[in-house]
């Protein structure tokens, strides 16, 4: 709230004065050049999140995230974290989509591929892993095997790119082998594997 009118710094009242010092030296010369409207009610309305949350197709989920990046009364790179998860072998996204319960305004998901995306509005990184505890049924570690997360706005933009081209994530690693390849590598290992053969020592009596 007090970002977004005006302020370029805020500090806590534990903070030390040394270090106080240095926050307030790091923010000479900064100009703020967003707009602030002239009443509170106007800001206050324009701080709420998305009239929107759940499961939602691709195309309302980037129009929805590329209208919010371009509010010019929301903090830049504070709007929210876009997620990606890869599921664990044997699971697909649209099955994960289903353990997803979404009941904040703001939060929304959606499936690409075999990946699912999921936007939390106004949440920072440090409370990912406990928000995630919340959207999902199940513990998300248990269902995803990869996530990756973007929170700057123009990070959040490129990656909307993307999803309107149907690609999923660069970073999404080769599938793991499935039970017959596997059984395969296995036996192939056996077979070059030297097999140990009986050996029969002779026993000297003594006379």
């Given at each position: 709230m007090l970002l977004t009118s005006g302020a370029n710094l805020i500090v806590s009242h534990h903070v030390p004065l040394s270090r106080f010092l240095t926050q307030l030296e790091g923010i000479q010369g900064q100009d703020f050049v967003r707009h602030v409207p002239p009443d509170v009610d106007t800001l206050l309305d324009a701080l709420k999140p998305l009239r929107l949350k759940g499961v939602v197709d691709q195309e309302r989920f980037c129009t929805a995230l590329t209208e919010l990046m371009a509010h010019p009364l929301l903090a830049q790179d504070g709007k929210g974290?876009?997620?990606?998860?890869?599921?664990?072998?044997?699971?697909?996204?649209?099955?994960?989509?289903?353990?997803?319960?979404?009941?904040?305004e703001g939060?929304?998901?959606?499936?690409?591929?075999?990946?699912?995306?999921?936007?939390?509005?106004?949440?920072?990184?440090?409370?990912?892993?406990?928000?995630?505890?919340?959207?999902?049924?199940?513990?998300?570690?248990?269902?995803?095997?990869?996530?990756?997360?973007?929170?700057?706005d123009h990070h959040i933009l490129k990656e909307l790119q993307n999803i309107r081209r149907q690609q999923v994530p660069e970073w999404l690693p080769t599938p793991k082998a499935d039970e017959g390849e596997r059984d395969v590598a296995v036996a192939l290992d056996r077979r070059s594997r030297r097999q140990p053969q009986s050996i029969r020592l002779p026993v000297l009596r003594e006379e």
């Open positions: 974290l876009l997620v990606a998860l890869q599921p664990e072998p044997g699971l697909r996204a649209a099955q994960a989509l289903t353990l997803c319960r979404i009941n904040r939060d929304l998901a959606t499936v690409v591929g075999d990946c699912l995306f999921v936007f939390l509005f106004s949440c920072i990184i440090n409370d990912l892993d406990r928000v995630l505890e919340h959207v999902f049924r199940l513990p998300a570690e248990g269902l995803f095997r990869r996530q990756r997360v973007w929170h700057q």
